[in-house]
């Protein structure tokens, strides 16, 4: 059974950092794509960040490009995103997601490209 759990979201204030972490089980970590999301109320759920397998490549979206930085850990089985000079624009449920293989540069961002998700953890900035 695939597990993936998000942790590190928080309250912040702008201009702070925060740094996600999710853990995953279940899966062969690193035959998968993982990605980032974020979803805030009333909006649909937004690609933000995607690796590839291996670590070799990354793509982000604009909004965060230059600010979040997303990583893995084989051995810890651990995808991370690192978010620096947050702000309340941030403010979203934030999920993990993994789709087996190599990521597309021009599907990624949609949710239904990929397989398994983490159940969210909340990041809030405050202005």
């Known amino acids: 059974q695939v597990q993936m759990v998000e942790s590190g979201g928080g309250l912040v204030q702008t201009g702070g950092s925060l740094r996600l972490s999710c853990t995953v089980s279940g899966l062969t970590f690193d035959d998968y794509a993982m990605a980032w999301f974020r979803q805030a109320p009333g909006k649909e759920r937004e690609g933000i960040s995607v690796?590839?397998?291996?670590?070799?490549?990354?793509d982000s979206s604009d909004s965060v490009k230059g600010r979040f930085t997303i990583s893995r850990d084989k051995a810890k089985n651990t995808l991370f995103l690192q978010m620096n000079n947050l702000k309340p624009d941030d403010t979203a449920m934030y999920y993990c997601a993994a789709r087996a293989g190599a990521y597309q540069s021009n599907s990624w961002r949609y949710p239904q490209y990929f397989s398994y998700w983490g159940q969210g953890t909340q990041v809030t900035v405050s202005s």
């Open positions: 690796i590839s397998r291996g670590a070799i490549a990354t």
